[in-house]
């Protein structure tokens, strides 16, 4: 499983990394790269905004007509931190000031010079040999004593981007630097991300293997309320029906074969002496073979139970629904149990109110549910009588089973609808029950939209009650 754990987490991370870390760079090389050029252009623009105003600036004062001397602006430039070479029209540099490295003065063409003497302003970029780099303005200087203001020579300004290069520098390694830095905060958050991500599944897909080879009792402890919090309480839920399911099913297994083992030893051994001819009277023999055919029934009453069980429990009961009256219903109910209650000295009586107690059912089985509470009260009283009562309010149509017999203690109700529950074990034999009437009964009932309760005081009697929703439409028919 090791393997396999940490492939998971290994997919799981490497697919967000990869994904995360893509978006970073892409969004941080894109922004990187405009920031860039926004900086780039932005110093460019102004650096050559600076040089030409410089440029008209000495123009101008080399122009005036109280010009200062040649010296004089020389040293102008110097102040100002720029450079300046006055040339002639054959391009030769008359006088300049400024770096030592420009003195060779290759930046002047004859080209530029020939521009500049016909008037137009010449601006250049020019790279030193030592790397330096220059941005330059060239302007005609005219000669305003003349008549036809002359060009006198063209006066190049040029300025070193030493300083803006510097910052450009500085800014891109900053971008560089706070690029690493958010590389490495992506890859952080995408650790992180997928930790909190793939640990849970991990451990899911570990507690749902462990369930799937029956170790029902895995439980898991994500207490998130997120996604993957809900996943987890779904595989909680989902073990704990299991481990219940399993549970019932082994009690029900272990029911099933001890309530088969008893007839089958009373069969074995009574059908035994009765071969083996260990009796002493015809009247003795009888009696045995009344036991056996009594077993034999209990036998065949069983097995049609669990039959009728096992189909409702997969869901395969077929109910026919009908627009049914529980009068008429109970009254056919009453016919066939009358019999063995008269046999046993009791009253059945049927109070019923027969105005509307249409419902949406199945007619046979409600039969069924009712013929088998009544059968139990006959079967679990001695004196007195059996009542049935039908009635409704505006809400619910019900039918009370009411017996003035043994009773069931207040401690056993709870379990009276569980499959094989008996009250008291001894019950059994002396009344031949095999404890699934009941949880059948409920069954049938709840399969069609009803409610079954029961009340009871030991000694004095039981009550059941069975209750339908009211239905209106089409009831009254
Ligand atoms: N009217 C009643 N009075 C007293 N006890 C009852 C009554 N009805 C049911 N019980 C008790 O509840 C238990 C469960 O009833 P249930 O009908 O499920 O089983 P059963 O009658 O024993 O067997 P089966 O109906 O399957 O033949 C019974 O064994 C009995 O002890
Ligand atoms: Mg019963």
Redesign the pocket.
């Known amino acids: 499983m090791q393997p396999e754990q940490s492939m998971i987490r290994n997919k799981l991370g490497m697919k967000l990394g990869l994904v995360i870390i893509a978006v970073f760079i892409i969004v941080l090389s894109t922004l990187g790269f405009t920031i860039d050029r926004m900086f780039t252009n932005f110093y460019n623009t102004e650096m050559s905004i600076e040089v030409d105003e410089l440029a008209t600036h000495f123009a101008m004062m080399a122009e005036s007509p109280d010009a200062p001397t040649e010296q004089m602006l020389l040293k102008f430039a110097d102040f100002s931190n720029v450079s300046i070479f006055y040339v002639n029209e054959q391009g030769q540099v008359q006088a300049y000031s400024g770096a030592d490295e420009l003195a060779g003065a290759s930046f002047i063409e004859q080209t530029d010079v020939s521009a500049i003497f016909s008037g137009q302003t010449v601006r250049l970029k020019y790279e030193a040999a030592s790397g330096n780099r220059y941005i330059i303005t060239a302007k005609p200087i005219i000669d305003q004593r003349t008549e036809d203001n002359q060009i006198q020579s063209a006066l190049y300004v040029l300025s070193s981007s030493k300083h803006m290069d510097d910052s450009i520098v500085a800014m891109r390694k900053l971008l560089v630097l706070s690029g690493v830095g958010a590389f490495l905060l992506a890859l952080g958050i995408t650790w992180i991300i997928a930790h909190l991500l793939s640990k849970p599944l991990v451990q899911m897909q570990q507690a749902t293997r462990k369930i799937a080879v029956g170790e029902l009792e895995t439980r898991l402890e994500i207490p998130r309320n997120d996604e993957i919090g809900s996943l987890a309480a779904a595989i909680n839920n989902l073990a704990e029906e299991l481990q219940q399911y399993r549970d019932t099913r082994q009690e029900f297994f272990a029911n099933i074969s001890h309530e088969l083992r008893t007839p089958i030893t009373y069969l074995e051994g009574y059908s035994k002496v009765i071969k083996e001819g260990l009796y002493s009277t015809e009247e003795e023999r009888d009696q045995y073979l009344d036991v056996l055919h009594q077993e034999a029934k209990r036998l065949q009453?069983?097995v049609d139970?669990l039959f009728e069980l096992s189909k409702m429990e997969e869901g395969k009961v077929s109910l026919s629904l009908e627009w049914v009256d529980l009068a008429e219903v109970i009254d056919n109910a009453v016919q066939k149990v009358d019999l063995k209650a008269r046999d046993k000295g009791l009253t059945l009586t049927a109070s019923l109110n027969r105005g509307s107690a249409w419902i949406y059912g199945d007619g046979l089985r409600i039969e069924q549910v009712i013929i088998?509470?009544l059968?139990?009260?006959v079967?679990?009283?001695e004196q007195g009588g059996?009542s049935i009562t039908l009635d409704q309010t505006d809400r619910f149509v019900y039918v009370i089973?009411q017996?003035t017999?043994?009773?069931?203690a207040e401690e056993?109700l709870p379990?009276?609808?569980?499959?094989?529950?008996?009250?008291?074990k001894s019950?059994?034999r002396q009344?031949?029950?095999?404890?699934?009437?009941?949880?059948?009964?409920k069954k049938l009932v709840e399969l069609q939209g009803g409610e079954i309760f029961?009340r009871?005081k030991l000694g004095e009697?039981?009550?059941?009650e069975i209750r339908f929703q009211r239905e209106e439409e089409g009831g009254m028919a």
């Not at 017999?405 to 069931?408: A, D, S, V």
Request: glycine fraction near 14%; charge should be negative.
């Open positions: 009453h069983l139970d088998n509470l059968e139990n009260s079967r679990y009283t059996i089973v017996d017999g043994i009773g069931i056993e379990y009276v609808f569980d499959r094989f529950y008996r009250v008291e019950r059994s009344y031949g029950g095999t404890g699934l009437g009941l949880s059948i009964a029961v009871s009697g039981t009550s059941f």
